[in-house]
């Protein structure tokens, strides 16, 4: 089935720096979602993107939080400066319309905020 | 705010038997209830979806229920197998100005024993 691909699949920081997730959606699809989950919690939704701008944005997706996905590259969910409770395993999720809503997702980027 | 709780935090059957899962959710407006199966260390797999026009939804041994009234779906799983053993998440959405985000459930681990 279609697969939606997240680059890199861990990555360890130290608080303050920037990092970046990476993104690849399935190849027709036009909605773009980042969902947060803590370790054996249930899945939050951050954000979601659709011709360049954000739709929809939940109180976790903090000031230091932003995404674009310039020309049809990858979909990013950058964060800067990190913080401690940043840490956690970001999914990213494509849909080709909310009216269709079946969302696909990625495996996951475990993200380590030291 | 939105909500959707899921109650069985844990499930055991024995293989063969079926397994039901629970869920309610708050908001009236959701008309789109997926249900997605996660493997440990894995991403999430759509396994089947309910919309709000109908009540009923089979697709080979799973078999989803909603009942917009009591504002709860349900997922049951019939003649489960070993590789049915997972976490399940149930999730519920509404399409709202091009945003479908997908509020989860906290996930029912499902454990079915040979």
């Known amino acids: 089935g279609p697969k939606v691909l997240q680059i890199p699949s861990h990555q360890i920081i130290d608080m303050g720096q920037m990092v970046t997730l990476n993104c690849d959606p399935v190849?027709?699809?036009?909605?773009f979602y980042w969902y947060k989950q803590i370790l054996g919690q249930q899945m939050e939704f951050l954000v979601n993107?659709?011709?360049?701008?954000?739709?929809?944005k939940s109180k976790l997706f903090k000031d230091q939080f932003s995404v674009e996905r310039p020309d049809g590259s990858y979909f990013t969910l950058k964060i800067q400066p990190t913080a401690l409770e940043d840490s956690a395993v970001y999914f990213c999720?494509?849909?080709?319309?909310?009216?269709?809503?079946?969302?696909?997702f990625g495996p996951g980027t475990r993200l380590t905020v030291l | 705010g939105e909500k959707v709780e899921q109650h069985e935090s844990t499930l055991s059957v024995r293989e063969g038997d079926s397994a039901v899962i629970n869920c309610t959710y708050t908001?009236?407006?959701?008309?789109?209830f997926p249900w997605y199966k996660q493997e440990a260390g894995k991403s999430l797999h759509f396994v089947i979806d309910?919309?709000?026009?109908?009540d009923r939804k089979q697709s080979q041994r799973l078999i989803v229920l909603l009942d917009k009234k009591a504002k709860r779906f349900s997922l049951h799983i019939t003649a489960t197998q070993p590789e049915d053993s997972a976490i399940y998440f149930c999730?519920?959405?509404?399409?709202?100005?091009?945003?479908?985000?997908?509020?989860f459930g906290e996930g029912t681990k499902l454990t079915v024993s040979s």
């Open positions: 999720a494509s849909s080709l319309d909310p009216g269709s809503y079946e969302q696909y």
């Open positions: 309910i919309r709000s026009n109908v």
């Open positions: 908001d009236t407006a959701s008309s789109y």
């Open positions: 190849s027709n699809h036009l909605y």
């Open positions: 999730a519920a959405s509404k399409n709202q100005g091009g945003s479908a985000k997908l509020i």
């Open positions: 993107f659709y011709n360049g701008k954000v739709m929809e």
